[in-house]
């Protein structure tokens, strides 16, 4: 993901705006967003940025924590700032607005990773052909701009 992104930075010229959290869990990830939000991240100057329009939290973050990031930071959802996390947190389609979500599909990896191995203990292969396992993207409105930025 991070690739493309900074592939559409390149094509378009414009400057990467990444933040990165310390780690994981939702108290260092809801912090991170905070800098994003905030239009300074490391390396930054301050004032040489513009505060985001569209925000996508790749680390897993509780949803609700995401969107009272965005509000304690003057951001109105999807009016200001487009938002999309990927997260498996059921929480994500009953929040004002709903939130749009990227799954990476765990269990389906796991259930993958666990056939290879059981192809390994049962018939001795050692090669990986690799399993191409699909997100699923569930759009909501939280990523769907209703009125001018």
Not at 134 to 144: E, I, M, Y
Request: glycine content about 8%.
């Amino acid at each position: 993901m991070l690739a493309a992104y900074r592939d559409w930075c390149t094509e378009h010229g414009l400057p990467e705006r990444v933040v990165r959290a310390e780690a994981a869990g939702n108290g260092p990830v809801v912090r991170a967003v905070e800098t994003a939000l905030a239009g300074s991240a490391a390396g930054d100057r301050e004032g040489d940025r513009e505060r985001p329009d569209a925000l996508f939290v790749v680390a897993e973050a509780s949803p609700p924590l995401v969107l009272e990031a965005a509000r304690r930071h003057g951001y109105e959802v999807p009016r200001d700032l487009l938002l999309v996390c990927v997260s498996e947190d059921m929480t994500a389609e009953h929040t004002e607005p709903p939130v749009t979500t990227l799954s990476l599909q765990p269990g389906k990896v796991a259930e993958a990773g666990i056939e290879h191995l059981v192809a390994v203990l049962e018939h001795g292969r050692r090669e990986s052909a690799g399993v191409l396992v699909p997100t699923r993207l569930d759009v909501r409105a939280s990523s769907l701009r209703t009125g001018p930025a």
